[in-house]
């Protein structure tokens, strides 16, 4: 020091003198730099909006739509809508679909077009060929058809207050429903309003029309006196729109109908299903959301209670150790191994008739769910128990709950609601595949879930696909956005990226 001349030394002015300053940002807290680590993974973030997407879908659809129609769009065994293709007029998506049919059934639409004036075919590929593999004598015809316009009639037996209800619907909207009846009471199709013979093929007249075999009956008889179609022009011998049945004190009409503009009758809008509708009429699109409304309540209540039960369980574990957690261990251990289908089905099979299939099912999922909510409890309480600020707790003279449920656990946060979430699309997929092999059955007219609805559409993946495709979308969706969703919310909630860019 002594050799440094004072030359080299100069004061400095005080008004540029530093000094400590104000921290110019805000402090961010544990749960804030949390969220903002989540919001930069793009991938975690998509996948949040799917599974809020997915949720709302759940709980809002089955809300505002009738619970007749979201159940069940089966009226009688003879009436329904079943196995309808997807239908959106406004995505191009017209419930159509390709087919080859033979001569009476192409002769049968046909009929049904004259009739009702609705367009049953809207294309034909090819026309009156033969098949090598059929008879000689048998045509077929490659058409597109309208699904919809394609249900045709059916006979549905009404009391006198619905059948005047119904004329009274078809004056007020001009929409014919009621159709006359067939005059041959053996012919059980009610599409087949014309002359044919055994075969299905038609006799025509002279002119080369159908011959009407529409019943007739007196002017005096007024229990139709609604619309008529335009081939009813003889005053002196209507036809008749009905068949009466029972007796006078208690008379029951048996009507032919049809099923198109019925549906409008009964639910005010022309028949419409976003998903289509599955092999017992009902609607795809609100009973999807009724089953993922039941799968996810089912899955949030699973993973409620394994939280409780965890939590308890892995905090006592990890905080006394030694022999406690010795002891606790191996019954974890022993409760792990035993496999969870072979409960699930005894559970199904001798406690499913006393308590219920759900409750059944909850406390097999529930009797070994909580071990990994355990074990990841244990091994936060490990890594935080002998921290300073434990230490200094104990030392206050804290106790050992208050130690470990106001010091411990807090910091342990983080990965424990990571895990409870991740636990939601396991169950929904556990439950899925065991109603898809049949070892549980959550089937009912008020009650389905998508593991139900994927196990009752595997029959007809060839024929009728969009009745599996939906569930297994759905499904697919969740798993996938989950497990992104997951991926980010244990990256953000890392408390060793705390701070990290």
């Known amino acids: 020091m002594n050799n440094i001349p004072k030359s080299a030394f100069e004061f400095v002015p005080e008004a540029g003198r530093m000094h400590d300053k104000k921290l110019e940002t805000k402090p961010v807290g544990y749960f804030q730099d949390a969220m903002n680590r989540f919001a930069r993974n793009k991938s975690s973030v998509v996948a949040a909006y799917i599974i809020l997407v997915l949720v709302l879908y759940a709980i809002l659809v089955p809300i505002f739509c009738e ?24 995505l191009g998506i017209d419930g159509t679909s390709k087919m080859t049919v033979n001569k009476s059934r192409y002769l049968m639409y046909e009929a049904l077009e004259e009739e009702t004036g609705l367009d049953v075919i809207t294309d034909i590929y090819q026309a009156d060929y033969k098949d090598s593999t059929a008879g000689k004598n048998t045509s077929f015809y490659d058409l597109r058809i309208d699904n919809y316009a394609a249900m045709g009639m059916v006979y549905l037996t009404l009391t006198e207050a619905q059948f005047e209800d119904l004329q009274a619907w078809q004056d007020r909207t001009g929409i014919q429903v009621i159709y ?26 002279k002119s080369g029309s159908l011959k009407p075999i529409y019943r007739t009956t007196t002017p005096d008889d007024t229990t139709y006196h609604s619309l008529r179609i335009a081939s009813d022009n003889d005053p002196e011998h209507p036809l008749a729109y009905t068949r009466v ?5 208690s008379k029951s009409l048996v009507t032919r109908i049809s099923k198109y503009t019925y549906f409008q009758y009964k639910y005010g809008f022309e028949p419409s299903f976003v ?7 009902q609607d795809i699109f609100t009973r999807l959301a009724s089953g993922a409304r039941f799968s996810f309540l089912l899955a949030i209540c699973i993973s409620i209670i394994n939280l409780f039960i ?14 406690v957690d010795l002891v606790m261990d191996r019954i974890a251990d022993i409760l792990y191994d035993i496999p969870f289908m072979v409960v699930t089905t005894l559970f199904q099979l001798h406690l499913a008739n006393k308590v219920g299939v759900i409750p059944a099912l909850l ?20 890594r935080f128990k002998n921290q300073e600020y434990v230490l200094a707790a104990r030392t206050l003279g804290a106790r050992d709950w208050r130690l470990m449920f106001k010091h411990i656990f807090p910091n342990s946060l983080g990965t424990i609601i990571t895990g409870s979430i991740l636990v939601i699309p396991g169950v ?13 059955n959550l089937e009912s007219s008020t009650m389905t879930s998508v593991g139900t609805m994927l196990a009752n559409g595997k029959d007809y993946l060839s024929t009728d696909p969009y009745i599996i495709f939906f569930p297994a979308l759905f499904i697919s969706l969740l798993e996938v956005s989950f497990n992104l969703f997951g991926n980010g919310l244990r990256d953000a909630f890392n408390p060793s990226l705390r701070g990290a860019e």
Request: net charge positive.
């Open 67 to 90: 619970t007749t129609y979201s159940r069940s769009l089966t009226d009688t065994n003879y009436l329904n809508y079943t196995k309808l293709p997807p239908k959106i007029p406004l």
């Open 180 to 205: 006359p009846a067939i005059k041959d009471a053996k012919q059980t199709n009610a599409n087949i309003w014309y002359d044919a013979d055994k075969k299905g093929q038609p006799k025509l007249d």
């Open 245 to 249: 049945t029972g007796t006078s004190q």
């Open 275 to 281: 998903f289509g509708t599955n092999a017992k009429g």
């Open 310 to 323: 965890g939590t308890i369980y892995g905090a006592i574990q990890g905080y006394y150790g030694g022999t």
């Open 363 to 382: 406390f097999a999922f529930v009797l070994t769910g909580w071990i990994g909510m355990a074990a990841r409890v244990r091994m936060q309480f490990y």
């Open 428 to 440: 929904i997929f556990s439950e899925s595949s065991l109603t898809y092999l049949g070892i549980i």
